[in-house]
DNA sequence: CATAGTATTGGAACGTCGTTCCAATCATGT
DNA sequence: ACATGATTGGAACGACGTTCCAATACTATG
């Protein structure tokens, strides 16, 4: 269904109902359950879509450690410029979209050498960490309507972190000006390295 | 509102509606807006209540490490019994409710010595891993309705990794017996025991 | 104590959503 | 040609969040 990710991806999550579909369709509503079973299954089938032409670009000889850097940013970006799939693929981890993505940091945890008791909970570390981060990009676009500015929400959160008591919470208050100026993109590559780092202690 | 987080705790998180509500409190639905906004409100004024519980069970005098172990386990124990909370806590992450929790984490990294340029990708890193976990187990507990057993739920993921060819999914193929077994909370604490390996090689 | 003014209540009503239902239409094989 | 099943379009249903407002309770003042 083309035209439900081009309705997600001009107007949102919220614009997408059943009958905003039909009418772009010049159908009924009735006509889209012949195909899809209830929403969750057209949102589920919309995400998988974006997803699978999202791993598909992802090179695939490159080092472990860079394959997976790859392969988060991959996923980092299509959600950046879909904000939906990433409240889609929270709130269903395990459909078979995910397996790629699994499978994709998984193995190349194999690769790096990592020994197999550790290798779960490094694998788990990583998805949950990207998980996170997928769906906080997507409540920050739900929160934050395309039309105004993002940079102006940033700020307005700083500003009301800048006007906590800097002795009850010295650290938030000081990490304000930080969190105006970061960028996301170069924040959860950090991220990813610094478990990578962690996972590198284990080896 | 305790009534609501009554509601919230023993049906789920779709069963708390202003109908709902308004006939436990023996009352209409448009009483309950003189008390909050809308609904998002009332979500983040019950799951503000049950955050501001647990983390004022923390303990404060530890050792860094510890604090913010026990700071992560705070939040996942809290969510792990309220599920709901974990869905709005992900929905709203810059509620005042949060702030306790960054500034919990934060506080302990300028402790722990961490280098000021670094302080705020290793913030960001826990915190976002945090996030993750907790709408994981979020979304899990609204596809597994509590009626259902959690561990037959996982042998059915895992029974349908097991499935997949060993050629082209061998991590996810194997990975399976484990994801069958396994304790969320020691996975939890692991992934964070990991970041924590990151952040010391920073340090 | 009486009364004016405000805070709060209860429930009807509105518009939207996901979903269901079914008569009408289309396609295909005989 | 026609019978059978696939597919469509749109009306209808029930539930939801929200709005609105007459009715009631409360409180300060004369």
């Not at 459909?95 to 194999?110: D, H, K, S």
């Amino acid at each position: 269904m083309k035209a439900a990710v081009e309705i997600l991806d001009s107007d949102g999550e919220s614009a997408l109902t059943f009958r905003a579909l039909a009418a772009r369709l010049a159908t009924g509503s009735g006509a889209i359950y012949w195909h899809v079973a209830d929403k969750n299954e057209l949102l589920a089938a919309a995400a998988s879509d974006v997803i699978a032409r999202a791993m598909s670009g992802v090179v695939n000889g490159a080092q472990p450690r860079e394959a997976i850097r790859a392969i988060a940013l991959g996923v980092f970006d299509a959600i950046d410029a879909h904000p939906w799939v990433g409240a889609q693929l929270f709130r269903e981890p395990w459909q078979p979209a995910m397996v790629q993505i699994f499978e994709g940091i998984g193995g190349r945890l194999l690769t790096l050498g990592v020994p197999e008791p550790a290798q779960f909970d490094c694998w788990s570390a990583l998805v949950n960490y990207i998980l996170g981060v997928a769906g906080q990009n997507a409540a920050n676009a739900r929160l934050v309507p395309s039309g105004t500015d993002r940079t102006a929400f940033l700020a307005a959160v700083a500003a009301r972190w800048e006007q906590l008591d800097p002795a009850e919470y010295p650290f938030v208050h000081q990490v304000a000006t930080q969190l105006r100026e970061h960028d996301d993109r170069e924040q959860f590559l950090a991220g990813i390295d610094l478990i990578l780092a962690g996972i590198a202690t284990v080896r």
